[in-house]
């Protein structure tokens, strides 16, 4: 499954990349509750669905985010700068599932606006 969500900013990709470091997670998104331990590009994070690891890769246009031991292989980026609107920020959220609990695909949801929402209005 997917989810999509789009924020508006001027920020390019290397403003986008200094800003969002691990952290700070939690400030981008409400369902990330309470950063435990971090390193460079990694962290232990108390989120909704847990306590789980994050791990950020460096992608072009962002950074994309991995929940290695998440039992639905949870991944979202968050990229600028390429089509269908490269003008915004795109936030991508995926899990390896074809079909999920309604009330878990609702917190997907919410957890992709919420990054969206965090970002809109960012100026660099």
């Not at 989810?3 to 969002?20: G, R, V, Y």
């Not at 950020?56 to 290695?68: E, S």
Request: proline share 4%.
């Amino acid at each position: 499954m997917e989810f999509f969500a789009f924020a508006t900013s001027n920020w390019d990709e290397t403003q986008l990349k200094k800003a969002i470091s691990m952290d700070r997670l939690d400030s981008f998104a409400d369902s990330i509750e309470k950063v435990l331990q971090t390193d460079k590009d990694w962290g232990n994070y108390f989120t909704i669905w847990g306590e789980f690891k994050i791990i950020r890769i460096d992608i072009k246009g962002g950074y994309r985010f991995v929940m290695p031991h998440c039992p639905n292989g949870l991944t979202w980026s968050v990229t600028t700068g390429y089509e269908p609107y490269p003008d915004k920020i795109n936030i991508h959220t995926t899990i390896n599932r074809k079909e999920q609990d309604p009330d878990f695909v609702e917190t997907l949801v919410d957890f992709t606006n919420e990054w969206a929402d965090s970002l809109e209005g960012m100026h660099g």
